[in-house]
């Protein structure tokens, strides 16, 4: 959405809603471990008061560099991790998510979010990288790759809310999904 930039705090409408859904989950868990890859500044103030790590491969101003499809992390280290339009940016997408869910404990969820056409079968993968670095374009397939990987996936429209505020926080119906990958 054009325009969809806070011009107090530079959040995207993707970040109102996800503010709203981490709270949610943050609410759910006692002293949860979590990394975040490529960080927005806009949630570091709701993650202060737990154990939270920032990851990138390429940002210098993170906690650790990390490559998403070869995690120098032990199995089962996180009980939470955030990635929110990272994937359409790797090579090897399938890679990435299988080191995500080996360093997810048991019970542990990670919330990824990805750009994508919701109402197409098939992703679209591009043979070059497009003028934002995206390597693909998403479709209702993704959603089979996660079940392959963990064992529950719950899909968010944050659309709905919308409704916490006085004041829209300019989502979209069924634009900006946020995927709750489980691990048993």
């Known amino acids: 959405m054009k325009n969809s930039i806070c011009p107090s705090c530079s959040s995207r409408k993707r970040h109102r ?4 859904l981490y709270k949610d989950i943050l609410s759910k868990l006692d002293t949860p471990k979590i990394l975040h ?6 949630f570091y103030g709701l993650f202060n008061p737990y154990q939270y ?11 650790i ?3 998403i499809e070869n995690i120098n992390y032990s199995s089962e280290s996180f ?7 990272v994937l359409e940016h790797v090579s090897n997408d399938n890679m990435a998510l299988c080191e995500l869910q080996r360093i997810l404990k048991p019970s542990g969820i990670a919330i990824i979010t990805v750009p994508g056409n919701w109402n197409r079968e098939e992703t679209i993968e591009y043979n070059q990288p497009d003028s934002n670095g995206h390597q693909r374009e ?3 397939n993704f959603l089979s790759i996660l079940n392959e990987i963990f064992s529950r996936i719950e899909s968010i429209d944050l659309f709905k809310y919308n409704q916490y505020h006085h004041l829209s926080l300019g989502l979209t119906p069924q634009h900006d999904l946020a995927l709750l990958c489980h691990k048993n």
């Open 17 to 20: 809603g996800l503010f709203e």
């Open 37 to 42: 890859f490529a960080p927005e500044p806009v």
């Open 53 to 63: 790590y920032t990851a990138d491969l390429e940002l210098t101003d993170v906690d």
């Open 65 to 67: 560099q990390l490559d």
């Open 79 to 85: 009980d939470l991790i955030l990635c929110n339009h």
């Open 138 to 140: 998403y479709g209702l």
